[in-house]
């Protein structure tokens, strides 16, 4: 019921920037978690950032923790993850996730985006 559209992915040297926006439409809802997941070559899926419904309350991975952050806007319907400070271990493809409820940001997705890569290199 939630369709989730990512952009904003490309390559990076260490050090830059970059910023990705994952849009949602289809029954869009404030109450929905948002999270960021990463997924690099045969690794598994794994949690980076999460958000709930109004923006008040985040969550990051130890590995982003002080280096991304995530920010929504709602009336845009609209996820973000600034990532700074990149790191070559950060090359993956990066996957936008809508929860509903924010005690499982970590853990699942209800509804995921089609993920968009991300190249760091060093």
């Known amino acids: 019921q939630v369709q989730l559209v990512e952009s904003g992915g490309g390559s990076a040297q260490a050090g830059g920037s970059l910023k990705l926006s994952c849009v949602a439409s289809?029954?869009?809802?404030?109450?929905?978690?948002m999270a960021w997941f990463r997924q690099a070559p045969d690794q598994g899926r794994k949690f980076v950032a999460g958000i709930d419904g109004g923006g008040g309350t985040t969550s990051y991975a130890d590995s982003v923790k002080g280096r991304f952050t995530i920010s929504r806007d709602n009336a845009k319907n609209t996820v973000f993850l600034q990532m700074d400070s990149l790191k070559a271990e950060d090359t993956a493809i990066y996957y936008c996730?809508?929860?509903?409820?924010?005690?499982?940001?970590?853990?699942?997705?209800?509804?995921w985006g089609q993920g968009t890569q991300v190249t760091v290199s060093s």
């Open positions: 289809g029954r869009t809802d404030r109450r929905y978690a």
């Open positions: 996730a809508a929860t509903w409820g924010y005690e499982g940001v970590r853990t699942r997705g209800d509804f």
